[in-house]
């Protein structure tokens, strides 16, 4: 019942910009994450929202050139992407908690997506 669904992934060269949407449906969630592993490399958190609030946290290597939102009539969180760089290349997951709290820890997420593949060419 519950389903998260990634979209918007592809091949960019560096420096190009890609948004990606997560579209959530079964349950209302507070904590909505944006996750990414390379391969060879452990998962990763890459951002969280809070739903309701709209508070965001990041982490360090993308500041300022990540920025995620949600529009909750629509049940989408988006992740956009802005000066990618190769080691931005990953698989791109979106992940859903009932938590208070919304941390980056990918063990905390008990919903996830299947992913959508983002590729930065040098």
């Known amino acids: 019942q519950v389903q998260l669904v990634e979209s918007g992934g592809g091949s960019v060269q560096a420096g190009g910009s890609l948004r990606l949407s997560c579209v959530v449906s079964?349950?209302?969630?507070?904590?909505i994450g944006w996750f990414r592993q390379a391969p060879g490399k452990e998962r990763e958190g890459v951002a969280a929202?809070?739903?309701?609030?709209?508070?965001?946290t990041y982490v360090d290597s993308v500041k300022g050139r990540f920025a995620i939102s949600r529009d909750n009539a629509k049940n989408t969180v988006y992740l956009h992407m802005d000066s990618l760089k190769p080691e931005d290349t990953a698989m791109y997951y979106c992940?859903?908690?009932?938590?208070?709290?919304?941390?980056?820890?990918?063990?905390?997420?008990?919903?996830w997506g299947q992913g959508t593949q983002v590729t930065v060419s040098s």
């Open positions: 929202i809070y739903t309701i609030s709209g508070r965001t």
């Open positions: 992940a859903a908690d009932r938590a208070a709290y919304c941390g980056m820890a990918p063990g905390q997420y008990g919903y």
């Open positions: 079964g349950y209302v969630y507070n904590c």
